[in-house]
């Protein structure tokens, strides 16, 4: 790995982490304060850092003039795909009697290492560093 891809993951991990604020307080939010099922919790406090992580992400991190609306398709291509196999298997994890936040902690982990990857190979491939500087 180059140090340009190191660099890349660096600010990855600390947009995504940014995002996991926003992702777990909401989470706490709605399944604490709310008392909805972790599956419900679960898929809107996603939502909400996906958002969040793919603006910054995208502007600061790949640098990408890349098409807003074909890359948000393709992130939510990856999402169609992760987002039932977490929620499914956190559902299970959690009907079995697994934490709710340990189970959280863990999706999340998964999902930082999967998404780098799809952005970096996929999403921006031959399209990072292509933003206009100011």
Same mark, same amino acid.
């Given at each position: ?17 940014? +995002?996991?604020?926003?992702?777990? %307080?909401?989470?706490?939010? $709605?399944?604490? @304060?709310?008392? &909805?099922?972790?599956? /419900? ?29 074909? +890359?948000?398709?393709?992130?939510? %291509?990856?999402?169609?795909? $992760?987002?039932? @196999?977490?929620? &499914?298997?956190?559902? /299970? ?42």
């Amino acid at each position: 790995m180059n140090s340009k891809s190191v660099w890349q993951a660096v600010k990855f991990l600390l947009f995504s982490v940014s +995002a996991g604020v926003i992702q777990i %307080g909401s989470f706490t939010l $709605f399944n604490e @304060l709310c008392g &909805w099922d972790y599956w /419900l919790s679960y898929l809107i406090s996603l939502v909400l850092s996906v958002l969040w992580n793919f603006t910054f992400n995208r502007r600061y991190t790949f640098k990408s003039a890349a098409n807003v609306p074909v +890359a948000m398709a393709k992130v939510f %291509g990856f999402y169609l795909v $992760f987002t039932p @196999l977490s929620l &499914w298997l956190g559902h /299970l994890a959690t009907e079995a009697g697994a934490n709710e936040y340990l189970t959280e902690g863990v999706t999340m982990v998964c999902n930082f290492i999967l998404e780098f990857l799809f952005c970096k190979f996929f999403v921006y491939r031959h399209q990072e560093d292509t933003l206009p500087q100011k």
